[in-house]
């Protein structure tokens, strides 16, 4: 027991102030992040949408993150972080007020769009400040530390969006406006007079990739692109976390909104518990691409189970071991994009790492639910866990040469 905790308390050991008060912030504002996990089941039960218009519209969700992380970066690399967090998260608060109003299939997708794009905006911003507030050497569980806030939140936000569903939907939307305005409160009064302590020039040095130059454009970088590719396909297998599966859930399962709020919280639970003491203790054992090669495979294992019916224990089961895939390949995709930085670059490098990602949302809902209402839940989950496999592969090949350790 003694040993054990040892090494949570090593694990958090070294992290600074301003990584904790940032992690802070993603806990309260990810608190509030209900909509998304029960936006494609408001859609079914309280718009009567088709399968596919839920798909498109949860792809607007994508294109707008798209367009916000894009915009986000180059906003970063000229305003600052601090100025483009802060905006972001007040922009959004209106958005979350109005957007029950919006009940047509028209109206909800340019609205999508919009929130998407004003919410991540945020996202390569935050990404930026992380490394700069961070000690060289522990830039990755700095980022493991910010995502365990996002996923205590996501872990509290489905389930209390859950019990908010319960009485009515409006209540989800307007709790996200609710956690979006608590948490630029809580950024204003600790980062308006912080200064960053670290502009990444340490960092940098420890990528092995010397012979580049350090300010090579970010949007040129064909390694980097090829690696962001990997990342792009990565996340539209696995975020159908976040559209179908919990359709998945309820038509396959039969299962209430609050369960589907606490199956999928306890993804975020397993996360705040384990991911900072995983990531201690494989960061300096294993390379990075030794590690997202065997993340994306538990990650797609994860989703092949799904086609074996063995009660909701099994479905917990399989929602650890995507858990324990998406901790051991997350947080060092933002180390590689960080790692390949520049001091003057970096929104750009982390804009294109939240693009990646972004670009992934455009096609996975509107994806999963075709192939799901065509071909069934078991194709799906078929192709879903063959992809990640796949992707492990193409991780472990282009990381091998970025030369990045």
């Known amino acids: ?27 309260i504002n990810r608190t509030g992040s209900m909509v998304i996990p029960f936006l494609g089941i408001y859609m079914s039960e309280e718009l009567h949408f088709s399968k596919p218009q839920i798909g498109i519209v949860l792809g607007c969700f994508g294109l707008g993150s798209v367009c916000g992380s894009w915009l986000g970066g180059w906003l970063t690399d000229r305003l600052g972080s601090y100025k483009v967090q802060i905006w972001s998260l007040i922009g959004v608060i209106p958005l979350f007020l109005i957007l029950p109003n919006f009940r047509t299939f028209e109206g909800l997708a340019f609205m999508i769009f919009s929130l998407s794009l004003v919410a991540d905006v ?41 019990f908010l569903a319960g009485f009515s939907y409006d209540w989800i939307f307007y709790g996200n406006a609710i956690g979006a305005a608590v948490a630029a409160v809580v950024f204003v009064y600790f980062f308006r007079n912080r200064a960053p302590k670290s502009n990444l020039q340490d960092v940098h040095k420890k990528s092995l990739d010397k012979d580049e130059a350090p300010e090579r454009s970010a949007y040129r970088d064909g390694l980097f692109i090829i690696f962001s590719v990997f990342c792009c396909f990565f996340s539209m297998a696995f975020f159908q976390l976040l559209g179908t599966l919990s359709l998945f859930y309820k038509e396959i399962h039969m299962l209430n909104t609050g369960q589907i709020g606490l199956l999928l919280g306890f993804s975020g639970f397993v996360i705040v518990l384990f991911e900072m003491v995983l990531v201690h203790l494989v960061e300096h054992r294993f390379s990075v691409r030794q ?32 858990s324990t895939g998406e901790m051991l390949t997350l947080p060092f995709t933002a180390t590689v994009a960080i790692q390949r930085a520049g001091k003057r670059n970096q929104g750009a490098y982390m804009g294109l790492n939240s693009l990646s990602f972004a670009t992934a949302n455009i096609f996975a809902a509107y994806l999963g639910t075709y192939l799901a209402e065509h071909y069934g839940y078991s194709t799906l989950w078929l ?10 592969f193409g991780f472990y090949w282009i990381i091998g040469k970025m030369k990045t350790v």
């Open 291 to 322: 590690i997202m090669l065997w993340g994306t495979a538990i990650a797609g294992v994860s989703y092949l189970m799904l086609n074996i019916d063995f009660g909701i224990a099994w479905l917990f089961f399989a929602m650890f071991l995507l």
């Open 122 to 162: 945020f996202r390569p911003a935050n990404s930026v400040s992380v490394a700069r507030y961070a000690k060289p050497e522990n830039i990755t569980r700095a980022y493991s530390l910010n995502r365990m806030a996002v996923n205590l939140g996501f872990s509290i936000g489905p389930a209390l969006g859950g």
């Open 1 to 27: 027991m003694k040993s054990l905790l040892r090494l949570y308390i090593n694990s958090y050991k070294g992290l600074s102030p301003a990584a904790w008060l940032l992690a802070l912030v993603m806990l």
């Open 383 to 392: 192709v879903t866990g063959s992809t990640l496999i796949i992707c492990g």
